[in-house]
């Protein structure tokens, strides 16, 4: 049988990527504002009419950055943070995808339908549940704190449970017949197979903990224990803001996120296909 092939008009076609080159025009343009106020001076970006190009480019923003703030220590700590919480839902939450789709257990259904429930609820809730139980284990102004309630999510467990619900049964009824442990089959045959769901969620993960802003300005005030997004936060006064170094500052931040995409976007679009297809 031959493969039924649809073409696109040219009218059509043309119409799709003037709408896309719009879409990625609306997307970077915030990029570009912000490097171009990041090189001002401070008068330049807070000028009325708005100063697009600066007069001369200050290159030494970006260096005061490292002088006003610890930026070095904010960088470790979300470094730090973001690799356990990532590392974190990778193992937890594919050990729950796993159970959930393929270990017949009493409640199966229902315990997953309780885990799901958790995404309908806004995460502002948890925070003083949170808060309470870190200040009960002094753990308050740690980097424990920071990683403890991110190392599992539910919206990973789900994403992750669909894609081993894609992998062929006959996998495991082999495995079976070979004398493979559950655990042993999860880890050494689907946990492979489920690479692109994984990349998937591992990008997730890392770009909410990179950003991540309300729970870090809560549990941490101490600054040898702040993050990127926390410490950026610091710069914004209540009587004025220096721009041009928070915009520096911002985009020394965002340059590894940016680089991580670009590295895994293939895998990161693939997971994202895959997952839910039969």
Known sequence: MKATVHKISPARAAAIHITLIIGAILMVVPFIWMFLT???TLGESTAVPPVIFPETFQWSNYSKVFTNLPFYTFYWNTIVTTIVKTAGQLVICSLAAYAFARIEFPG???FFMMALSV????GQVFLIPQYMIMKDLGWLNSLQALIAPGLFSAFGTFLLRQFFMTLPKELE??????????????WQIMLPLAKPGLVA??????LWSWNDLMWPLIVNTSPDKMVLSAGLASLQ???GTNYTILMAGSILAIWPMIVIFLIFQRSFIEGIALTGSK
């Open 173 to 186: 009824e082999s495995a079976k017949l070979d004398g493979c442990s559950t655990f042993r089959t999860y």
């Open 119 to 122: 995404l309908m609820v806004p």
């Open 201 to 206: 969620l591992a990008i997730f993960t890392i």
């Open 108 to 110: 199966r259904n229902f």
């Open 237 to 239: 006064g209540e009587h």
């Open 38 to 40: 990041s090189v001002k």
